[in-house]
Nanobody, 128 residues
Framework: QVQLVESGGGSVQAGGSLRLSCTASGFTSNSRCMAWFRQAPGKEREGVATLFTGVISTYYADSVKGRFTISQDNAKSTVYLEMNSLKPEDTGMYSC?????????????????????WGKGTQVTVSS
């Protein structure tokens, strides 16, 4: 059974940094899409970054380009989201998600409905 468990959220001042982790278990696919989404109160869920494991490719929302970096450690079955220069508008519940068998085109679409596996989320709060 696939499970995704996030960690690393917290509170930080604007300009600060956080690193989120998503540890996956139960995967056997080498062509999965791993993603980070976020949702702020009263707003729709937003795709932040995705990583396609088949041929390592990463994609970012315009709002986080140059500040966030998604990466993976295969040995630890973990995907990370390094977040720098954080802004108050980055505040939200950050969730890890996965598509077991995917491709590069699908992975860069940031469509929540495509993702069949979700973690419970970790809260990130950025104060001004």
């Amino acid at each position: 059974q696939v499970q995704l468990v996030e960690s690393g959220g917290g509170s930080v001042q604007a300009g600060g940094s956080l690193r989120l982790s998503c540890t996956a278990s139960g995967f056997t696919s080498n062509s999965r899409c791993m993603a980070w989404f976020r949702q702020a109160p009263g707003k729709e869920r937003e795709g932040v970054a995705t990583l396609f494991t088949g041929v390592i490719s990463t994609y970012y929302a315009d709002s986080v380009k140059g500040r966030f970096t998604i990466s993976q450690d295969n040995a630890k079955s973990t995907v990370y989201l390094e977040m720098n220069s954080l802004k108050p508008e980055d505040t939200g519940m950050y969730s890890c998600a996965a598509i077991r068998f995917s491709n590069k085109w699908e992975c860069r679409q940031f469509r929540p409905a495509d993702f069949g596996y979700w973690g419970k989320g970790t809260q990130v709060t950025v104060s001004s």
